[in-house]
DNA sequence: GGCTGATTTTGCAGATCGTGCATTTTTGCA
DNA sequence: TGCAAAAATGCACGATCTGCAAAATCAGCC
């Protein structure tokens, strides 16, 4: 592996940093050797064997197999909360989720190369997309939860009326409707986005029309 | 080819009847293994007993072990898509397809005991959960062209102004997003009625509301 | 430097998954 | 009944994943 990349928020030991770094060396060598030799042809001896680890420690490092082709940053979604958090009171739910994912979204298409092979591979093989939604929604239950928190926040000393759930408990139908259907967007964005990628229009350009017609209720179009 | 497909009901062959006999009988065999051991505790071998059959010939209906929990009725989503396309023309294409997916999950509630054992089943994996999305991913396009031919029929003079896409092409970014938020919004609803499953609200409550709020545009709560 | 305890990596055995291929059984039809 | 197509089966083999215990590596300390 080469080098030396700052390692997002630097963690202190050498060890945390190591294991930090194997576990990039394996992501990134699965999605090289998968965008060259097709992804269900890339055996995670092969994978192993190009990070520099035993096979067996490449289990410790992912459930299955196809987990690693999944993954490409492990901590995004925590980001995403912090975004959300962090974003002005004046946004509604949907306005301050639409942001944050956008800012995530234009981080991760910094790395062009690395996500342009990522999308590739996962558009070549629709069984890995499936394991990608799964990842999304793991993260779906702690994205509500802040949502709920969120639109506690908001309300404070209006009716709590129905169902926000803030907090400890499970959260309401809204924050989890929200979570779900802004993960279902960004989904269907990058798909359009890339089955449209001749005519050469921005990614966020998809972006915020998906998230116009999700405000304006899915609205019957041309009447 | 012209209709007369009976392929839902009473299959024509004495052949298709028989597959589709050994196919239920796998999943429920799968769903009942699983409801009582645990869905990981259940290896091909046992289901393949209990259905009667080899295990070679649950490859051949599967494409993997777990498939045999995720399906519950292969052609729910051809039964969508007729629904959608026979619809009242003056509803939305929201409504339609809300009133679509009501029918189809009213039909599901019906045979209870299956029903409610697979959601157990779904509940106590994630992992299974996952695959079941794929399943319902694997409709998206399908659903979405259907979408899209629905809305050009209805514009048909109007200015087929930006992103219908019907019939030939891959269908455009507003039926893509109706079709995959409607998958969404199914899997929300029947999460939160599972969890909220002691207050005994009725499901069909919690799907209306879901929809009221995608055709509100994800409003704030509470405000 | 060298020692100690904790963490990580590694090899190995074994269970299960999934596929290709040839063979046998079943079904549809004349 | 006899025959061709389709399905089911057995078998072999590679690949995935899991415990378990030994070896290598790291952090802190004298």
Known sequence: MHGMTGKDAAGGGLRERKKRATRAALTEAAVRLAAEHGADHVTVEAISAAAGVSVRTFFNYFDSRDD???VVDADVGARVR?????????????????EALAAELAEAERQHELWTL????????PHLLVRSLGAQMADEAGLAEVVAQRIA???REGAAAHSSGGEGRAPGLYPRLLA???????????????DRQDEDVPFADVFREVF??????LPAPGR
Chains 1, 2 share one sequence.
């Open 68 to 70: 690693a082709f999944v």
């Open 82 to 98: 912090r975004s959300l958090l962090d974003a002005p009171a004046d946004l509604t739910p949907l306005e301050a989720l639409r």
């Open 118 to 125: 990522h999308a590739e591979v996962l558009r070549a093989a």
């Open 153 to 155: 926040a908001g309300t």
């Open 180 to 194: 779900a259907v802004a993960g279902t967007a960004v989904r269907v964005s990058v798909q359009h986005w890339c």
């Open 212 to 217: 116009a017609l999700l405000a304006a209720g």
